[in-house]
């Protein structure tokens, strides 16, 4: 087994200050988490929506973000299109009545990403709360 040399010219897997990172994600996220962070985990807790970008069968899983709806199939069209409108309501996201399932998949992963970085806050203050100086 072959040992790993250190790199003295770049900082490679650096810790990270805690309670910086705390302070950047808060001024980030602005108030945005004060007015939403709780419904947030309503939002988790009844979403059916599955985001994992590591599942293999993601494209023919009609619950995934990544679902692709089988060309001609109007039943699949009509299940998916209700699927999402759930998700999106659930999310309280308005979109203009179209068939343009992109419109709505791009909505909703802008509203995962906002929840997945509500979710990394949360880690972030219990690091902080708990007393953790630096995180790798």
Not at 62 to 68: G, N, S, V, W
Not at 80 to 90: D, G, K, P, Q, S
Not at 118 to 135: A, D, I, R, S, Y
Request: aromatic content about 8%.
């Amino acid at each position: 087994m072959q040992e790993r040399k250190q790199c003295y010219h770049h900082d490679i897997c650096n810790q990270v200050n805690v309670a910086k990172l705390l302070c950047d994600l808060e001024a980030q996220l602005g108030s945005y988490y004060e007015g939403h962070g709780k419904h947030f985990h309503e939002i988790r807790r009844r979403s059916k929506l599955q985001t994992s970008h590591m599942q293999a069968n993601r494209e023919m899983d009609k619950t995934h973000i990544d679902y692709i709806v089988p060309p001609g199939n109007d039943k699949k069209k009509k299940e998916y299109a209700n699927f999402i409108t759930h998700e999106r309501i659930l999310r309280g996201i308005q979109i203009e009545i179209s068939d343009n399932f992109e419109d709505w998949r791009s909505a909703l992963c802008m509203s995962v990403a906002m929840e997945n970085y509500v979710t990394f806050l949360e880690h972030v203050k219990h690091w902080n709360e708990q007393g953790l100086e630096t995180v790798s």
